[in-house]
């Protein structure tokens, strides 16, 4: 049954949905919407509880409602969905998410909320992204889906890639692959390429001189003038502006003293390549990275050789552990610094990343829901949250950044 209605949009929501109120009460998250709006709209979803809807009409627009800037989302390409959002809205609309999230989900009072998150940086909003999955066309040329559908709609050039990517994307054809994630390095000039093809039998053809392919095509970044190591199946941040202010802003929450080791060995939870180990700690301070994937784990041990070497011989040898962090031993520390997936920590990883006794935890979270819940879990296991930073390393997408301080509660003594 399709049920139509005109709504006011209250608010924008995680996801990037705007969430109003139908005639029954239930409330819709509507696809494309914009705080104060008000929209006619089709219901796509409809449960118990909620539904999602598009908008049929818009009955009066935001004043922040701009065309898209880019011709391929106008044509349906799903890879950015807030760029009928103005630029200037984004990090105010991300903060208001996360502060959202932090009363609703963290149960953190609204006066403590207002205290706690900050607006930190965000990266310039065109080409930037240095990692890319795409998917290919049936001609071979690269593109990205449209938004809920399998379709390839051709995106070349890609506003937010970086040239050295969208150089790639104008000439590589590929056959017997659906997707293929595209890689450089943008103070290096390094590329590669990964065909996602079950069988082996991909093949792509009208590269650039020079760009790897494969698996274990190798790029490298240089963040704080740090060298790093990336294959091709290894986690990275989206650009090196986005890991630059990452490791500028976890720098600012770990604190100058907890970084020098003086107060126990340092844990790079979710440690990917080694990206903060590498470009925070000086080689002689003792850390260990706990990372699932068996090819991060080969990239850390090239990027923080260093630190192993230094280490070596004392009583804590800095070391890469390939675990899930839901299964690692626990060892004591000073600073835990964690950096999971977007599904967050959950109750598993916070018991075994408390158990170090960290003084300080450094919490890096993609989803602003499952960071919240995670901000609870740790306040439970006995720290206090110091400060929320929001971050915007995403440009056009509502997806957001926040790294969080908190210090362990001192304990009762008797
Ligand atoms: C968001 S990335 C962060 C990587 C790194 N901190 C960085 O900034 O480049 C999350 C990392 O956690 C790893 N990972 C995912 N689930 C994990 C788990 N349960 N335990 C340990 N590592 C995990 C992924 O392979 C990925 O490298």
Known sequence: MM??????????????????????????????????????????????????????????????????????????CGGCSWQHLDVSQHMATKVAIVSEALRRTAKISETEVTELVKVGGSVSAHASRTTLRMAVLPSGKLGFRRASSNEVVETSPCLVAHDLLNEIVATARVKNAVEVTLRCGASTGDRGVWLHDEHGRGQITGLQNGVGVGVEALV??????????????????????????????????????????????????????????????????????????????????VNLSQHIEQTQNTDSPSEIVQSNVEQWSPVPAGLVIADPARTGLG????????????????????????????????????YELEQTTVLDLFPYTPHIETVSSLQRKARATR
């Open 220 to 301: 490298h970044e240089t963040v704080n003038g740090v060298r790093l190591r990336v294959m091709m199946t290894s986690f990275f941040q989206s650009s090196l502006e986005a890991a630059e202010i990452l490791v500028r802003a976890v720098r600012q929450a770990a604190g100058e003293r907890a970084l020098s080791g003086v107060d126990g060995q340092v844990i790079d939870a979710y440690g990917g390549v080694g990206l903060f180990a590498a470009t925070l700690l000086s080689a002689d301070v003792p850390v260990t990275v706990v990372e699932s994937s068996e090819s991060s784990c080969r990239d850390a041990r």
């Open 347 to 382: 109750p598993q990883a916070v018991s075994r990343l408390a158990a170090t006794n960290a003084s300080r935890i450094v919490l890096v979270s993609c989803d602003a829901v499952a960071g919240a819940r995670d901000l609870r879990l740790l306040i439970d296991a006995g």
């Open 3 to 76: 049920i139509n209605e005109n709504v006011t949009v209250e608010r924008m929501v995680a996801g990037g949905d705007g969430l109003a109120r139908l005639a029954d009460g239930r409330v819709v998250f509507v696809n494309g919407a914009i705080t104060g709006e008000q929209v006619a709209i089709e219901i796509t979803t409809n449960k118990k509880d909620f539904a999602r809807a598009n908008i049929v009409e818009i009955l009066s627009p935001s004043t922040h409602r701009v065309a898209p800037p880019c011709k391929f989302v106008a044509a349906g």
